[in-house]
């Protein structure tokens, strides 16, 4: 639960049947790239544990997924976070990231990465507010180039590297 004024919204593992909503809240939330809503049906399945839905009376306002990197299960890769216009500025992206980790499932994740575009001032705020809550240094590179990876047709992916740290869990 994640309580601003009289607000109460409501934290919880995402289920396969949230997926067509959480696709329709992504691309209501530029810059992020819209997915198939077979994709968005199998984070909110596959990945739920590593994902999170926030509700506000019965609403989705938010919605984060992410996934542990196959190869390296200490790591929690951040896919997409998307928080709905109503629900921003309030901590709510970061309190979602925080439920992420305090889950007991998710005890071994000492690090977290994501992508993000040079010109995404909040979710650089967002994530170098993270490291800074986590008391976690972090790094910056570049991870998929513009002209490499992209043929010129999207603005090249930072790798945000965070870690390592220690996270307290739910009891
Ligand atoms: C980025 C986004 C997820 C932030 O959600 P939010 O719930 O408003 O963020 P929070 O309230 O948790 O803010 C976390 C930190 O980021 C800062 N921040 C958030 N939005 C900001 C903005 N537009 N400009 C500058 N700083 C910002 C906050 O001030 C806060 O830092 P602080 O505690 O030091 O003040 C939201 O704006 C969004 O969905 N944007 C569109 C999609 C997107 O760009 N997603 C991120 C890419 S993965």
Redesign the pocket.
């Known amino acids: 639960m994640y309580e601003y004024g009289e607000n109460k919204i409501t934290l919880r593992l995402p289920r396969p049947s949230d997926g067509f909503v959480v696709s329709e809240l992504?691309s209501q939330?530029?810059?992020?790239d819209t997915n198939s809503t077979y994709c968005n049906l199998l984070q909110c399945t596959h990945f739920s544990r590593t994902s999170v839905v926030a509700e506000l009376r019965g609403e989705i306002v938010?919605f984060i997924s992410g996934y542990v990197i196959p190869d390296r299960p200490n790591c929690l890769f951040?896919?997409?976070?998307?928080?709905?216009?109503q629900?921003?500025?309030?901590?709510?992206?970061?309190?979602?990231?925080r439920d992420i980790l305090e889950r007991n499932h998710n005890r071994q994740i000492s690090a977290v990465e994501?992508?993000?575009t040079e010109s995404?001032?909040?979710?650089?705020?967002?994530f170098?507010?993270?490291a800074?809550e986590l008391k976690a240094p972090f790094n910056k590179s570049v991870f998929f180039d513009s002209n490499k990876h992209f043929a010129g047709n999207h603005e090249s992916e930072l790798l945000m590297q965070i870690g390592p740290f220690c996270t307290q869990h739910e009891s």
């Open positions: 992504i939330c530029p810059p992020l938010g951040i896919w997409q976070v998307a928080v709905a216009e629900a921003r500025g309030v901590g709510l992206a970061l309190s979602m990231l994501t992508t993000i995404n001032i909040a979710s650089w705020a967002l170098e507010r993270l800074q």
